[in-house]
């Protein structure tokens, strides 16, 4: 059975604090790594694709890496407009097409 | 553009009642999606589309129907509510299999559903 966790559960910062982001994975085969923000009351939103190990992404203050059994999302000098909850989901090629696993989420706090 | 719109964003309903939840997408995407979001749960999928004139059950459909009514609307039927349905549900699309961007998901803003 597909799973992702998502660690921690909850993260706060101070501003300017970088740390990481855990998603690990389990799947039959990886079709694509997504991350994803949800700000709280709204829809999530589209950060990266990642499709094969040692892929890496970047937008602003975020890095997505992934290996084979899990992805990474570094944040480097946190501002306070980076808090939100930060999705992980994976498809997997046995699965329905466009159907993806989402895991709980990490919610990120960051403190000016 | 509008994206991913989603009708009502609020409701109360008392057990046994039905509604239906509208969507509606402007980028001429194929696949369209139910998600419902409850805490410590994450997203979990209800029904999907992955094309006009085609829905499929996902993770948790029962007390759910569906309806692709054509390539921009896709709405989510409650016939008779339970409180177990209380959530926040999302809207998705994405441009489909072979497409540039084929399983990125855009989002609805949601719609939060109380049964009491």
């Known amino acids: 059975e597909d799973q992702v966790t998502q660690s921690p559960e909850a993260l706060r910062l101070q501003e300017g604090e970088s740390s990481s982001l855990n998603c690990s994975y389990t799947?039959?085969?990886?079709?694509?790594l997504f991350w994803y923000r949800q700000d709280p009351g709204k829809g999530p939103e589209f950060l990266f694709t990642?499709?094969?190990a040692g892929e890496e992404k970047e937008k602003e203050r975020l890095k997505a890496t992934l290996t084979k059994k899990e992805s990474f999302l570094h944040i480097t000098a946190p501002k306070p407009e980076d808090s939100a909850t930060y999705l992980c989901?994976?498809?997997?090629?046995?699965?329905?097409?466009?159907?993806?696993?989402f895991g709980k989420g990490t919610k990120l706090s960051v403190k000016p | 553009n509008a994206g991913v719109t989603q009708t009502p964003k609020f409701q109360v309903l008392k057990t046994g009642q039905s509604m239906t939840l509208q969507c509606a997408q402007d980028?001429?995407?194929?696949?369209m999606y139910w998600y419902r979001q409850d805490p410590g749960m994450g997203l979990r999928l209800i029904y999907y589309?992955?094309?006009?004139?085609?829905?499929d059950k996902g993770e948790v459909p029962n007390g759910y129907n569906v309806s692709r009514l054509n390539k921009r609307e896709f709405s989510l039927r409650l016939e008779s509510a339970a409180p177990s349905q209380t959530s926040v549900y999302f809207c998705?699309?994405?441009?489909?299999?072979?497409?540039?961007?084929?399983?990125?998901?855009?989002f609805g803003a949601g719609s939060r559903l109380t049964v009491l």
């Open positions: 989901a994976v498809l997997d090629y046995g699965g329905s097409q466009g159907n993806l696993i």
């Open positions: 799947v039959s085969g990886l079709r694509g």
């Open positions: 990642l499709y094969s």
């Open positions: 980028m001429n995407h194929n696949s």
């Open positions: 589309s992955a094309s006009e004139g085609t829905t």
């Open positions: 998705a699309s994405n441009p489909g299999q072979g497409a540039v961007g084929a399983n990125v998901l855009t």
